[in-house]
């Protein structure tokens, strides 16, 4: 039997195979956040295909963070109910779920949060609105609400959570220095840029307690100019090491790093998949926690080398499980074929139609 199909322990996680849902923004939460059948029922088809850990599409802790439409959401109490019956029902069949706790920053809808967008630094990406330069105030309450979705987590019944510092939302904003240009303790050096990271990790602690998991998805790079490199992202995650996160997920890119990020689209053949397998190698190297990697996997000798050969200990999915989401009770069961996913990206072309995520070419087929 395969490594994959072995357990491994998260902090007090203990989780029955090596393969994770990376979080996937799947447009069908209400319009106020909360958790919908159809969503429940989505996360009930990816506990059946035989997925060991779900982590949930990026969950906005605070209504200014808000990334999209049909976003989940975990900024206020009166949502738990919702997360509480999607718990449940990836718990009745002997599931794992972590909660994603996201915050957009320069990225968030104004249209739907009413409010210009809070960033580190007044500066802003081609095509969107300058954002307001964060005062400490705006740091302080910021802190105080990743900490409170966190509790809401714990009392809906998730497994622990994650915190999302990748993907050029606004954590990942304050590790870049491209849009970090602040000179007070949050800016500057490495050191400056990740403090608020710290100070969530810290605060989300104090609320969940010692032993409840606690992950961050952060970015090796930002594949953008002026951006998050190699260099400062290990940096980043020693210091996450040393301040008691319990994994850390391995990821790429922002929303604005156009040809430079790695080609997302197309991958068919195995030397195109794993395209953060170098920067896992080096964060190896630097941290013993656990490695969550994401980025390009279809193949399963892919996935069973690198987790053999200790490269990353779990390897994070997206785009298969929309096409597959029994993707790895196949892989089980013999039928080592490579995912079926085309890696074309239409499967978010329905979900910005209101009808939520799904793979259109496996529908027309």
């Not at 019944?157 to 590790?175: P, R």
């Not at 990821?251 to 156009?258: Q, V």
């Not at 009770?329 to 074309?344: E, F, I, V």
């Amino acid at each position: 039997m395969s490594i994959l199909f072995e357990p491994i322990t998260i902090g007090s996680l203990i989780l029955p195979n090596r393969f994770v849902r990376s979080a996937t923004w799947e447009g069908m939460a209400g319009d106020d956040g909360r958790c919908t059948d159809r969503l429940i029922e989505l996360t009930v088809k990816l506990v059946e295909g035989g997925i060991g850990l779900i982590i949930t599409s990026h969950s906005y802790v605070h209504r200014r963070g808000q990334a999209g439409p049909w976003q989940l959401g975990i900024y206020g109490d009166s949502l738990i109910p919702g997360l509480t019956r999607m718990t449940r029902a990836v718990h009745e069949r002997s599931g794992k779920i972590v909660a994603q706790l996201a915050h957009a920053g320069l990225y968030a809808d104004t249209q739907l949060t009413g409010r210009s967008p809070l960033a580190p630094s007044a500066v802003s990406d081609a095509g969107e609105t300058v954002p307001e330069e964060m005062r400490a105030a705006d740091i302080q309450q910021l802190v105080a609400a990743f900490a409170a979705a966190a509790a809401r987590a714990k009392t809906a019944g998730f497994d622990g959570v994650q915190i999302h510092a990748a993907h050029g939302y606004l954590l990942s904003q304050f590790l870049s220095p491209r849009f970090n240009r602040r000179s007070d303790a949050y800016g500057g050096n490495v050191i400056n840029r990740a403090r608020i990271v710290l100070e969530v990790l810290a605060a989300v602690r104090q609320q969940v307690g010692p032993d409840y998991p606690v992950l961050i998805k952060m970015n090796t790079g930002d594949y953008l100019e002026g951006g998050l490199e190699l260099t400062d992202a290990l940096e980043v995650g020693v210091l996450l090491e040393t301040a008691g996160i319990d994994a850390i997920e391995l990821s790429g890119g922002t929303g604005a790093s156009g040809k430079l990020r790695p080609v997302r689209a197309g991958i068919h053949r195995e030397e195109q998949e794993a395209y953060f397998e170098a920067a896992a190698r080096e964060f190896r190297k630097r941290v013993r926690v656990p490695l969550l990697l994401v980025g390009g996997v279809r193949s399963f000798s892919v996935a069973d080398r690198i987790v053999s050969q200790n490269i990353a200990d779990c390897i994070s999915m997206s785009r298969p499980f929309i096409r597959e989401p029994d993707l790895v009770n196949r892989w089980k069961s013999g039928d080592r074929s490579r995912s079926t996913c085309l890696s074309d990206n239409r499967c978010f072309v329905p979900i910005r139609n209101g009808e939520g995520v799904y793979c259109v070419s496996a529908k027309r087929r």
